[in-house]
């Protein structure tokens, strides 16, 4: 397996290590899933970060989030959140209410469209994995998510 990736990236050298191998790996395959799926999301105007917020919010149901509590849950780690949902504000897509005594407290929840949207692309969402990971058997794929579990527990 190893020449493979050496030629994607075009390195003439071997690896320094296993370890920078598989690192590296992971990094090359992520920034392939991730730009699949925006190309599949572009048609339907928005982003994979908006899909992630979307998805949330309809997990949250009907209570919705606040800011920090939707920023924890998001799969990739965004500085911006408040300019993320300001755009997805301004697109119709999530609505922000203050409520209770706190007037700081401002809950983030999904409006019908974006509600429609998110249910409209389960099935398409779930051909774009099946696609990609459809292939690989059930035990490599559940190795897989324990290894990469493993990785994750130690960062």
């Known amino acids: 397996m190893t020449p493979d990736l050496r030629r994607e990236i075009h390195q003439q050298k071997p690896f320094g290590s296993i370890e920078q191998e598989a690192q590296l790996s992971v990094v090359r395959t992520g920034s392939m899933l991730v730009d699949a799926f925006e190309q599949l999301l572009r048609p339907y105007g928005i982003t994979s970060a908006q899909f992630n917020v979307l998805r949330i919010l309809r997990g949250a149901e009907p209570e919705g989030l606040c800011r920090n509590e939707l920023r924890e849950r998001l799969l990739t780690r965004m500085p911006d959140v408040t ?26 929840r999904m409006t019908p469209k974006a509600r429609r949207l998110v249910d409209k692309l389960d099935n398409i ?15 490599r794929l559940r190795e897989l998510i324990e290894t990469l579990t493993e990785v994750r527990q130690k960062l």
């Open 83 to 108: 300019r993320l949902l300001d755009r997805m504000v301004e697109a119709g897509l999530v609505e922000r209410t203050r409520e209770g005594e706190d007037r700081r407290r401002v809950r983030t």
């Open 125 to 139: 969402v779930a051909g774009e994995h099946q696609r990609r990971f459809g292939h690989v058997s059930k035990n």
